[in-house]
């Protein structure tokens, strides 16, 4: 058990760690939730309700705390073990034989656990809930103009929906059913389509021959093809799930769509490690030049770091996918630099 969790000095680390771990994931996303909230404010109306407003806010924030998921680890180690030092425990570590290696690991490891979580909500929690929560706000405040939404090929016509609340339901429908030739043969419409098995099940249809220009409502419902890959090859990339994206990459055409996808799909798989050099670096402002700093002195230049990380990441994803670049050393490159920091700052310690 101990090679897990350590001996009692290797828990306390972790434990303290861990709380300020905490206190920082509530501080920010308090904030993130009270600005994010106080921006709805100005879209209230009689369409967009305070609960709306109240419901949007929570439901996205798991999506905007997991795109932060590595400054908060920087920030609470910095925090965690940086109490430490200014209350002498971390010298009393070192008095007892404890490494700055066996000190890094003993911090490291609630934010392992963290970091696993965070690859678990990416895979089956966030990318669901964020959709709902996007395009259901879309949907009330009535954002989109009736030409704007989503177009997709079907195999029976080419399918246009202007929501999508999840995957498995789209919203403000049109479809154009053509024949073997691509000649058009109908207007579809519907307000509500509902995904059953390989079809999408369109409620109260009402159809228009577009020859003869007839308005018709045939049935109480329509059934057309989802196609192999349904409304995925469409939606936003940060709607999907790692698995979803790893498809989609595969089968995607070259161009500006599998970019977009992959450079999602490289920022979730490589978010550990993205981490992990920000949490390196974090141990030299600890054990480094600015250990006998005040806390407030790192936590500041931690937020500095954190913004200038993020910044360029965000920057170079952007260049990758507009210029065709690899998008893979787009998310790797600040990571590696700021590793290769962080260890020549790590080696210079004694």
């Not at 905007?64 to 680890?73: A, E, G, I």
Request: aromatic letters at 12%; glycine letters at 6%; a positive charge.
């Amino acid at each position: 058990m101990n090679i897990i969790l350590g001996d009692k000095l290797d828990r306390l680390i972790s434990t303290q760690v861990a709380i300020s771990l905490f206190v920082v994931f509530l501080v920010i996303g308090f904030l993130d939730f009270f600005f994010q909230l106080l921006n709805e404010f100005q879209d209230i109306d009689d369409n967009y309700s305070l609960s709306n407003a109240l419901f949007y806010c929570f439901s996205s924030m798991p999506f905007r705390l997991y795109d932060l998921l590595p400054y908060f680890c920087l920030i609470g180690m910095v925090v965690g073990l940086g109490s430490l030092v200014d209350s002498g425990e971390m010298i009393g570590a070192r008095v007892l034989g404890k490494s700055y290696l066996l000190i890094g690991i003993a911090a490291f490891r609630p934010l392992i656990i963290l970091m696993f979580l965070g690859l678990l909500a990416s895979e089956y929690y966030i990318p669901n809930i964020s959709q709902s929560a996007i395009e259901g706000r879309a949907e009330k405040k009535q954002e989109l103009a009736s030409e704007e939404g989503y177009w997709m090929n079907n195999p029976e016509g080419f399918l246009y929906f202007q929501y999508a609340p999840d995957k498995e339901t789209i919203k403000n429908i049109k479809f154009i059913q053509h024949d073997k030739n691509f000649k058009p043969l109908n207007l579809i419409k519907s307000d509500t389509a509902v995904a059953e098995k390989d079809n999408w099940i369109l409620s109260k249809p009402s159809t228009k021959t577009i020859n003869d220009n007839i308005l018709t409502t045939p049935s109480e419902k329509i059934s057309i093809s989802k196609g192999v890959q349904g409304i995925k090859t469409v939606l936003d990339p940060k709607y999907l799930s790692l698995s979803d994206l790893s498809l989609l990459i595969k089968t995607s055409n070259e161009g500006f769509r599998k970019r977009s996808l992959s450079l999602e799909y490289w920022k979730k798989i490589l978010q550990p490690f993205i981490t992990f050099s920000l949490l390196l670096l974090s141990l030299s402002f600890i054990f480094g030049p600015m250990r006998d700093q005040k806390s407030s002195q790192r936590i500041i230049v931690s937020l500095v770091v954190a913004f200038c990380f993020d910044l360029s990441n965000k920057l170079l994803g952007s260049i990758s996918i507009v210029t065709g670049t690899s998008v893979f050393l787009a998310v790797l490159l600040p990571a590696l630099v700021v590793s290769v920091f962080g260890l020549i700052s790590l080696r210079r310690l004694k």
